[in-house]
């Protein structure tokens, strides 16, 4: 598509229940990246995908969160026994393969917002 | 990890004055990108900018890696130029992440 894309955009929930946000990248972008973004703050990196696989999950603060990217091209966030501190941003972004000239460049989507009841 | 400082916090201007921008971070990068969140939040790329400097309009920005800081200068500043401004470093073994600073919230009145 022509940019990322993430759905849903909004998504409420009660404590406890488990969601899953979908982000869809940029056509032919091989690298794949979450982040959170609480309000007042700049967005906090969770996981890096380069193709199928995670190459970095260093930010996803405990295992009750999980992203999988299973074709190499969407990606699944999904969060378990949602907590209140989830309610936040999720954004998703995504950029060329490493290599390519400004490979490293991250374009985002609009974010889907969780907000946890 | 990386540190990102930007400054000032907040910045209010009258249109059509000028601003200047800053970010400072605490390692070498190999990347480095000043993006605009609009109202709706969406992170709108502004420049990727790793070195050097380049021009985008009303928009120019500067990046000094061998003393760790990048300026982003707004001219003539119009109302539609009000949100939030972050600067996104990434380097070293991690180079895919970014770090984001807490970002420069500016508002323009008319």
């Known amino acids: 598509g022509a940019g990322v894309s993430q759905t849903p955009s909004n998504k409420v929930t009660e404590k406890g229940k488990y969601v899953e946000l979908r982000c869809d990248p940029i056509?032919?972008?091989?690298?794949l990246y979450w982040y959170r973004q609480s309000l007042g703050q700049g967005p906090e990196f969770l996981i890096y995908f380069q193709g199928t696989g995670a190459a970095d999950d260093s930010g996803l603060p405990n295992d009750r969160f999980f992203a999988v990217r299973p074709e190499g091209s969407v990606s699944t966030l999904k969060i378990q026994r949602t907590e209140r501190g989830d309610s936040a941003v999720y954004l998703c972004a995504s950029s060329l393969t490493p290599g390519t000239r400004r490979y490293n460049e991250q374009f985002f989507g609009p974010g889907t917002r969780l907000t946890v009841l | 990890g990386i540190q990102v400082e930007q400054s000032p916090p907040d910045l209010i201007l009258q249109e059509g004055a000028n601003s200047t921008l800053r970010c400072n971070f605490s390692?070498?990068?190999?990347?480095l990108q000043w993006f605009h969140q609009n109202p709706w939040g969406q992170l709108i790329n502004l420049f990727y900018i790793p070195s050097g400097t380049k021009q985008n309009g009303r928009l120019s920005a500067t990046t000094v890696a061998t003393e760790r800081y990048s300026l982003l200068y707004i001219s003539s500043s119009q109302t539609t130029d009000s949100g939030v401004y972050f600067c996104?470093?990434?380097?070293?073994?991690?180079?895919?992440?970014?770090?984001f600073g807490d970002g420069t919230t500016l508002t323009v009145k008319p």
């Open positions: 996104a470093v990434g380097g070293g073994t991690n180079a895919g992440k970014s770090t």
């Open positions: 390692d070498s990068v190999n990347n």
């Open positions: 056509s032919g972008h091989t690298a």
